[in-house]
């Protein structure tokens, strides 16, 4: 079981991600592909950071592990009839962005973790029981780190492919380029990788 972070925080790591590097997000269509989330919705892993007062932004290496980062999140691994509703699916859009400047992470791989004595386990394949917990440790790292613009680690649902999470009070909107975001549930081929994506994990779309 994870424990609060302790204080003061030990030092960490360093991952630089290149300017020019291009990453998927799959976002509500209301807000903008380059938006930062204020706060608002459910608890994630790493997200609100200090009850909303530092905005935050997800990003994956892939198409694919950006959906099982959303859309699939909620699905249990053990859940024999698992399926996605059109509910889950309308609101959202898949976007291509380009960093436009390099960006300083703080990656949370094993051996990094193995710095702090904790393992993956504690930390990233933790369930949401422990997002209060998990999320106390990001708010260590970004304040442990003045010059941090985020995290990095391999995704609990999609490895290898990496997962993301950026500081809104040290990235701009206009430090991330939008390349394309596209309504997944009007497009026909982001809806053939969709479901690619389901069959791969046994996942039942009904549509």
Sequence with gaps: MIKPPPHPFPASNTYRLASGTQLHRVHDRQFAANAFNPG?????????????KIPTQYAATSFECAVHETIFHDIPFDEPDKTVGTNSIKPLNHAVVRLKRALVLVPLFTPDLARWNITRQD???????????????????HQSRPDADGLVWTSKRCDPDLSFLFFGDRVADGDIQVIESRSIWSDANEMADLRGFAERSHIDLVL
């Design 40 to 52: 608002l919705g459910r608890r994630s892993r790493f997200a609100p950071l200090e009850l909303g």
């Design 123 to 141: 930390l990233i394949d933790t369930t949401a029981f422990y997002y209060p917990i998990t999320g106390q440790w990001a708010l260590a790292i």
